[in-house]
């Protein structure tokens, strides 16, 4: 610590020591007197008299205005000086400031409200420290990364834009700050090491990190140029958090007629915990529980009986869990889910006849979840047909050895022939076609034995990027699925049964067998959307939440936790995508032009936290990034207190001073 | 006396009512204003003067009869004493009564009515033509009006510019129609002097020899003093009022800044930084000067009297002059 701290080199100060004997000489100068003509110099000359003196120092003796001046610039060179005590000043000319705004962040288990306001508490003191001229930028970053202020020498632009971090409810993944910030503090790189051009030299950087640590490590990261400092923000005392990490509803019919809400609470202290958790349907107590005790660092579930609720369920249901007693964070406290009114599937069949599939549509899982319509391939060139396909009025179109001339926009299966285009081609027809493989895991096959099936004929099929490969014979991929902008396009290249001249000729014992049931529910359910009627899946805070209202809405007002209203239309793929997910809670979807005197909503979906490494708000005391320990400062050193601003207003009424002495004559 | 009564009285109703339409003598002053620009007297302050009379504190024999009372018995209307006729007396004054009661000759001796001399000394140096007015306008002013006072009274007046080019050249004015000419001359002098004061009075001393008032109207700016000056003048043994007349300006200079005074008459500079205290140093060295003047004339009988260039002439004569018992 000094108590001065010279922003003069030895040159800047001796011009400004030679300063004060200018002002002395400048006062002994001839003065440029302004000419006039008096009656007689007669009285003048008489009132010189005594004031007139020769000395140097008597004529120094009453000039005030000269001492003024003299005493500006004497407390000139001592701000100057830059008087100053305790506190020091940051090592390094450029600094990031990373500052954490996630949800952890809200925890309030700090002297100064939030662990945010602490952090930004912190950067402040930072950006105090900062000697002139060195730089700063400031980073806020969650699971996304915002550049708040680029590099700049202005302090106060930084603590302004310091003021308006705003807390966000998102999760935590430093890999984007990280990228952004080594990416404007070694100007050199880019991503791909292809076409690299040094653009400018890179700078040497201190990038400080304000953060809980509450995320993963990030070890496939160079940091390069930036010097990494932790600073970690939280309590001194082990902080007390149980947080809802899981809130669903069971709600395949198929499974059990029982329906229940399932929640996982998590706790993060160091102590075991005793909550009560509190079910409410729409802002009604509905269930609650009581002393629910979870371990120290585990998680329990709890579940609450439904089916009561379900049996009378006729409109969209909000859902709420909340957990008290409140805990340093309280955001994870709370957790909403959503029941939409079942509605069932649309489901069309272009096919000469097929009798597998007819049976295996009227099976009671599939009449629970779908209206399943046959119709034959002249449907497809109907008018009807185009507007309903257009308008998605389907939520899935089986084609039968034949192929639309457009596709609709629903997800689509065609069996023994290809989508329209040349995205999926066919080759030759094989026989026989033993089967190799399968997708064993995907949803469609799941758990199901096709290695028995036997195919006659089958072509190997090639389809667009992304398409995934299911069934897989001795010389190609015989059924896939690929992605079509928002649908499914799924393609088996045998037909069940084919219809020719000849007659009625079967190609597969695949009907015959167990897993074609099962496969047509699965379609059913998956492709034709039958799972998500029920109960959606909930979005994570800043997620896109995608939409499927019902085919005559073509527009929608989505409303949010805040009763802020939004407008949207369906995009190319007769979806709705919604990114304005920032709050957690219930967000209503309505029909355009909505009041709720003259319809209901249309649906909910719930955007919940759902982040067990979110809801763990302790503090880590060492991250890992590209494999370099970085350990946590906790220790705020408090800025150096300089007065020389002071000195400089001291200046300045110095200055007004003698101003105001020379105009008013009060005494030279 | 005899002679000028009647005039007087017509000029005096005329100029009291300020009424010039059938008067000759207004006229010839109205016309005379027009052309020769004089605007020394205004006929207001002419009606204000024409009811004052000049007073001497001592009585001096004047030379031709005028208007006021002499301690020597002359021709008068004003009774005086008695004495014994003796031979050659003139017959017209014996009185006739005694003699018929007492059968002796007394004779009737008047008072006798002279006229006084009257000497406005009007300082012309460059010094006097500062200020608005000028000084020296003020002073012209002055001596025109205190003359026609003297002119009313039938005084001997005479106005004498101090040390310019007409010094010695001025006239000597009697009576009421000599006003064209006094205010001509006044109106003439220039202020062109390039004498000391003292130089100026002594010259004029020399040349004047007549007892009466003498009123030196000047700013005592005279870098050689004013005190050899008054000691020509009081030698003179005359009534002596000095009327030092000062420019508001120089009372209360307004000035700021670094400065470099030139003295109007030598060039003298003197550089001052006005300052409050240098300016509070001058009003104290002006106020000396004043009380220096004042002391330095009242040991010596000479009246003084200091005043403004704006303080109006006639409130000057009208008021302060009469308190000071020059004019009544």
Redesign the interface.
Known sequence: MSWFNSVLNPLGWTLLLVVPPLIVLLYFLK??????????????????E??HVNSLWQRLR?NLLMFLQILAVLLIALACLRPGCEGTELSGERFIFLVDNSASMSATDVDSGSRLDEAKRQVGIMIDRMKPGDVAMLMVFSNKAEVFQGFTVNQNLLKQKLGEIEQSHRPTDVREALNAAAGLANPGRTSTDAGDVQIADALPSTLMIFSDGGFENVNDFSLGNLTPEYHAIGGLLPPVNVGITALAINNDPNISDRREAFAQLTNSSMEDQSVSATLFVEDEVFDAQDNVVIPAGRSVGISFPLTALFAQLDTATQLKLVVSPDDDMTEDNVAFTVVNPPRLAQVLIVTPGNEYLELAMDTEPIQKMASVVFESRDYITTEEYRTKAFDGEFDLVIFDQCQPETMPNCNTMFLGDKPPGDDWKFGDKQYPTPIADFFRSHPLINSMQLTNITILEAAKIEGPSGTQSLIDSTYGTIMAIGPRGGFQDLVCSFPLATFTDDGFQVNTDWPSKLSFPLFVQNLVSNLAGGARFLTQDSASPGEIARISPPPTVSRVQIINPQETQFSQSRDKNNMIQFSQTELPGVYTVAPDEFSTETAPPIQYFAVNLFDPQESNINVREELEIGFEPVAATTEVLPARTEYWKWIILLVLAVIIAEWYIYNR???? | MFCDSPTRRSGKTQFATGNFGHDSNAENFLAMNKNSGNNLLTPQLLAQLERMELVSRKIFRGRMKGERRSRRKGQSVEFADYRNYVPGDDLRFLDWNLYARLDKFFLKLFLEEEDLHFYALVDCS??????EPT?FEYAKQLAAALGYIGLVRADRVKIEPLGSSYAGQSPVLRGRASLWRMLDYVQKMPDDANHSLAESIKSFAIRNTGKGIVVLIT?L?D?DGYDQALRYLVSRDLDIYVIHVL?PV?IEPD???????????DG????????????E??R???AS?IETAREYCSKRGIAYMMTSTDRPVDRLISRYLRQRGLVR
């Open positions: 003065l440029r007197r302004r000419p006039i003509q008096v009656p007689s110099t007669y009285l003048w000359k008489k009132a010189i005594d004031m009453n004559r009060i005494l030279i | 460059q010094s006097m033509s500062f200020g000084k700013d700016m870098k420019s120089e000035l700021a800044g670094d400065l470099k005074l030139t003295d109007i008459e003298d500079i003197a550089e001052i930084s006005v300052s409050k205290r240098l300016i140093k001058y104290e060295t002006l000067f």
